[in-house]
Structure formats: structure tokens, C-alpha cells
């Protein structure tokens, strides 16, 4: 992990280890930054992943500071943020036909501390809309 020059190359960084850190806890990651492809173009879902049978859209929020930042990378998925994940998520649904298989939305927020090289990430499973 070395420099940064822009929030987007944190952000990539911030996709990269959150796929490496849902793999490590026994996720598979099917898709990132998948983004429907048929009709009015919706956003993208950082990463979507399975555990059993589940699928999970996952949305990874990156931020500079440290592990005690006042400041959390999760108070940027707002209500309406979510409401837009779902949407993109109903795409996924259909376009791959596995709209009967269940699913859930998490969110991980990954704190990069520039100081000490280093990324503290925080799952959140199950958030609703």
C-alpha cells in the first residue's frame, strides 16, 4: 500500500482488499464493480458475492484517517444510496436469472491510516433498506 494521488486509486485499493478480505472469511466473489448493461445505466455494485446459497451485493466505502476518525466511510450509504443498490441489484437478478435465490446487502468500510500504512475494515452485514 503505497501513496495515493486520488480518492479514485483509494478507492480501487479499497475494492481490492475488501474482495481479499470476503475471500479470506470464505465468500466468493462472483463480479465487481458490476454495472447493468440493458437500459437506462443505474450506478455499479462494488462486489457481488455468495456464501451457500446466499448472493451478496456488497458496497465498499474508502476513506483516509485512522481507526478512531470521528469521520466513518459508512456515513456515505445513505437511504437513497441503498435504494439505488437495490435497483442495480434487481438488474443483476435478472439479467443472471437467479431472481428466487436470496440475498442481502452489506456494506464494508475500510479505514486506510496513511500513518501506519494501514487499512482497518469494518463489516456490516444485513443492512437494510
Not at 466473489?29 to 451457500?52: Q, S
Amino acid at each position: 500500500m503505497g501513496t495515493f494521488h486520488n480518492t479514485w486509486e483509494l478507492g480501487a485499493l479499497g475494492e481490492e482488499l475488501g474482495g481479499r478480505y470476503l475471500e479470506d472469511k470464505g465468500y466468493r466473489v462472483l463480479e465487481k464493480n458490476y454495472c447493468n448493461i440493458h437500459g437506462k445505466r443505474l450506478g455499479e455494485i462494488d462486489i457481488v458475492a455468495e456464501k451457500g446459497k446466499e448472493l451478496i451485493f456488497v458496497e465498499v466505502k474508502s476513506r483516509f484517517g485512522t481507526k478512531e476518525s470521528d469521520f466513518l466511510p459508512e456515513a456515505n450509504v445513505t437511504r437513497e444510496k441503498l435504494r439505488k443498490l437495490d435497483r442495480i441489484a434487481q438488474c443483476y437478478l435478472r439479467e443472471k436469472r437467479c431472481r428466487e435465490r436470496p440475498y442481502h446487502f452489506d456494506v464494508l468500510a475500510i479505514m486506510y491510516d496513511v500513518g501506519l500504512k494501514k487499512a482497518f475494515i469494518r463489516h456490516l452485514e444485513h443492512v437494510f433498506i
